[in-house]
């Protein structure tokens, strides 16, 4: 689905800038609005929420991946997430205006937009699940079996804090 998106994007020649970001750089800051649809060309990217101690890493993007903060994608509010460049990447960006008239150009558009949208529901579902019912065993597993690009693209002590467990436990579970 996210091939034949960028597919009919790019043969439309929607895409409004390319931009570069270095290891560590913030795309997007935590309490900040973002309303536009980024295309990872190249590189690979933390979604995040910070507490008071500690930050929660809660999805990741690498190449070929489509990424945004959703919830401030469709609200135009401040969110609460931040995106932060885990390597150099580079990026398409194209606004929320532009993409919803390609959107609502035709019903072919709209259709894939729905689907994108039920896919990354029931993605948010099963890491959900993952978190509050997993054992850290399961969670790895799982997580190999949905992405075992994530295992080549982001670094360990990333995919740790995103499974929830201490780098330890995951080189333990990754030895078995």
């Given amino acids: 689905m996210t091939d034949e998106l960028y597919r009919r994007i790019e043969a439309q020649g929607l895409w409004q800038k390319t931009i570069l970001l270095n290891r560590n750089d913030f795309l ?4 900040t609005r973002d309303t536009h649809l980024y295309y990872i060309v190249a590189g690979s990217l933390k979604v ?23 919830d401030s994608f469709i609200t135009e509010e401040p969110s609460d997430l931040g995106i932060q460049a885990l390597k150099r ?3 398409k960006v194209l606004t929320k205006a ?8 035709n019903a072919e558009n709209k259709q894939l937009w729905n689907t994108l949208l039920e896919q990354l529901l029931l993605q948010q579902m099963e890491r959900e699940k993952d978190i509050l019912i997993r054992s850290p065993r399961e969670r790895y597993q799982r997580v190999l079996r949905r992405s075992p690009q994530l295992f080549q693209e982001i670094p360990h002590k990333y995919i740790a804090l995103y499974l929830r467990m201490t780098p330890e436990t995951l080189s333990r579970l990754k030895k078995k």
């Fill in 28 to 31: 997007k800051r935590p309490g």
């Fill in 48 to 70: 995040i929420i910070q507490d008071t101690s500690e930050e929660h890493i809660l999805r990741f993007g690498y190449q070929h991946d489509f990424l945004t903060v959703l």
């Fill in 89 to 91: 990447t580079e990026l």
């Fill in 98 to 105: 532009r993409y919803l008239e390609f959107v609502n150009a």
